[in-house]
């Protein structure tokens, strides 16, 4: 009998109700739709309402994940969150998502790697279930990037959104020999660029003081040129690495599910990759840069609507603050 492998078994998203326009940003700083469409292929994004925190979002998304799979929340053996907008800095936005799912004492936990931190979860639950020591791992995505935005830095804040999407992993033998599953996963990182893409103050190197605060410190800062290039050249390498690994070339791909920050970004690598923008699963214009979440919510959409069909293969990939990236070859 083969050993175990990790399979998706369920999909869930949750995305908030509110939706900001263009139209309604450009009445708050100084730009257009025009401008965003153009530059972006934003159109609107979602905003979490004030009484919602991330663990809400991300429990929501879950529970979405375990219905369709059919698994009740206490046949989990672990939940990966990836966030970079914890409900609070310590504990884990994960042992909310725990307490809210009603899941037992299992291992709960977040992985801080930004855009990529839904790809470090994948990879993550998928040792967890090959070596046998995790049976159905929950792997979520989701960001609550409003309340970490300058609303007057229009630079920034036209280009994110609020959402959770998450996965059900779980194992399969794989027997045959075109196994359905995840085929491989790549993660990578450079700190030289980690302040290209920050929340400066609020950690230990600069803890929040009213100065701070005054000076946005605590919001998110970007140097958009510079992510735009690496990120163009980063995903091209991981989602050709994951291929590679996944025994796939770029005839087999049936979808591009990609983390979703700039139309331009995807359009480039789709590009260099040589698959047509077409089979790339595409939401971008409705829920901008939802970082974390934005994979698994565009995963959700493309099962749920019928795209993403059983033994489809698709390809992962993301980048993003730190600067992290990385991809997965899948088998739905
Ligand atoms: N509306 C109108 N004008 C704007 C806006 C805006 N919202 N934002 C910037 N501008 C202006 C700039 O001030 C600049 O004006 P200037 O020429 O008078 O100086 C001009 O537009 C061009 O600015 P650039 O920064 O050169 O614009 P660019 O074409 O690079 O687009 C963008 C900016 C959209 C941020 C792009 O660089 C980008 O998408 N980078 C990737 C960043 C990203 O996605 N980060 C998210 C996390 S990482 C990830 O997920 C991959």
């Not at 830095?153 to 033998?173: N, S």
């Not at 840069?289 to 698709?314: C, F, K, Q, Y």
Request: hydrophobic share 45%.
């Amino acid at each position: 009998m083969n050993p175990p492998r990790s399979r998706i078994l369920g999909t869930g998203r949750f995305l908030p109700e509110q939706v900001r326009t263009n139209d309604q940003l450009a009445r708050m700083v100084d730009t257009s739709d025009a401008w965003i469409t153009e530059r972006t292929g934003i159109k609107e994004r979602r905003i979490a309402g004030d009484g919602t925190v991330t663990s809400d979002m991300a429990a929501a998304a879950g529970r979405a994940a375990l219905e369709m799979a059919g698994v009740p929340a206490s046949k989990l053996s672990m939940i990966i969150v990836g966030t970079v907008t914890p409900d609070v800095p310590m504990p884990a936005t994960a042992v909310f998502v725990q307490q809210k799912l009603g899941a037992g004492a299992i291992p709960s936990f977040d992985v801080s790697a930004a855009c990529a931190g839904f790809l470090y979860g994948l990879s993550i639950a998928d040792q967890f279930i090959r070596s046998g020591q995790a049976e159905y791992v929950l792997v979520v995505g989701v960001e609550l990037l409003s309340r970490v935005l300058d609303w007057s830095d229009r630079a920034t804040c036209v280009l994110f959104g609020d959402g959770a999407g998450a996965v059900l992993l779980g194992p399969t033998r794989g027997d045959g020999d075109r196994p359905s599953g995840v085929l491989s996963t790549r993660l990578y990182s450079d700190g030289a660029l980690a302040d290209a893409l920050v929340i400066p103050g609020g950690g230990t190197r600069e803890p929040l003081d009213a100065e701070g605060l005054a000076n946005k410190r605590n919001k998110v800062h970007m140097s958009g040129q510079e992510i735009f290039k690496v990120a163009v050249k980063n995903l091209t390498s991981a989602t050709t690495d994951a291929m590679v690994a996944g025994g796939l070339d770029g005839a087999d791909v049936d979808w591009v599910v990609a983390h979703q920050a700039n139309l331009r970004i995807l359009t480039q690598v789709a590009s260099r990759l040589s698959v047509p923008l077409e089979r790339f699963v595409l939401n971008i214009d409705r829920y901008g840069n939802t970082s974390s979440a934005s994979i698994p919510i565009a995963l959700d959409e493309a099962v749920r609507d019928g795209r993403v069909r059983e033994g489809h293969n698709l390809i992962m990939c993301a980048l993003g603050a730190g600067i992290s990236w990385g991809g997965a070859a899948v088998r739905f």
